[in-house]
């Protein structure tokens, strides 16, 4: 019965987050539907795409759709400090004691634009936040607000003066996707709504911060049977296997794949797991993950990311086959109960 009762608040839920959020995101529901598992799962989001997608007003779309919740927005530069992004104490003539300043990572949704622009150690000052959901300045730790999204992005075609991302803190997100070009008939769309104002500046909350934590909570009762739950370290052990890669998946991506996919079922409407749930996932989870050895990344840069992704997916279902189909009794919602 608790079961039920949490699962069926939850579907509801993340439909009305999700048909609020595409009102002004055109055409990228698989995108859009990644960020928003990632904030169910309470894990973050590599956007990995060229100028002008709609990063940012996707961060906050899903800030708006939220009543209560903050937004910011952190421009990541060379001269960015640490304390630009944590915050620091400011000393007090009045009180004649010194008082914290909170940076703009107190926030429940926050844009990291062009993360590797910054440098390793203003990089790193993310860390604590990815991974802790708090910061600790001057020897205070402080805890973020809840929930706590954090969306970066970086641009895959210039790196003339950027810092790449170390391979420990590529694996602290979720998971990372890309948002694209948008067709030409959601293209004449954004045109046509914009003509006297942004659609942002209409829309209106429509869950509570109350109800995202309902949200969280259906996502960790989404039911995962444990053959799916084995295929699922098998695929990330099988990375770690792949002539192509020189390092795999760490025992964190097992445990993004079991929670995104959760979460992706209850998106889709479902209280359990199918595997092409966590087929969708092998990408968006895993990719970034990896380490590939350079002469399948000389290869790679050739062909490109699309087929590249594609190829690595392959791998990964060859080495470690799905166990069944989604017609299989064990994977039915029967099973669930």
Known sequence: MGEASALAPGVEVAGRLLANVETVVHGKREAVTLVLVALACGGDVLLEDVP?????????????????????????????????????????????????????????VVLVDEINRATPKTQS????????????????????????????????????????????QLDRFLLRTALGYPSIDDELRIIEEQRVAHPLERLQPVVSLQEVHLLRRAAQEVYADRILRRWIVELVRATRRLDTVSMGASVRGSLALERAARAWALFQGRGYVVPEDVEGLIEPVLLHRVVFKPSFLARARAAGLERVAEEFRRSCLAAAPRPGSGDDPLFAPAAAG
């Open 52 to 108: 002008g997608t709609a990063k940012t007003v996707l961060a906050r779309a899903v800030a708006r759709s939220i009543e209560g919740a903050v937004c910011s927005r952190i421009q990541c530069t060379p001269d960015l400090q640490p304390t630009d992004v944590t915050g620091l104490a400011v000393y007090n003539q009045k009180t004649r004691d010194f008082e914290f300043r909170p940076g703009p990572i107190f926030a429940h």
């Open 125 to 168: 000052a993310l860390l604590e936040a990815m991974a802790e959901r708090q910061v600790t300045v001057d020897g205070v730790t402080r805890a973020l607000p809840d929930p706590f999204l954090l969306l970066a992005t970086e641009n895959p075609i210039e790196y003339e003066g950027t810092f790449p991302l170390p391979e420990a």
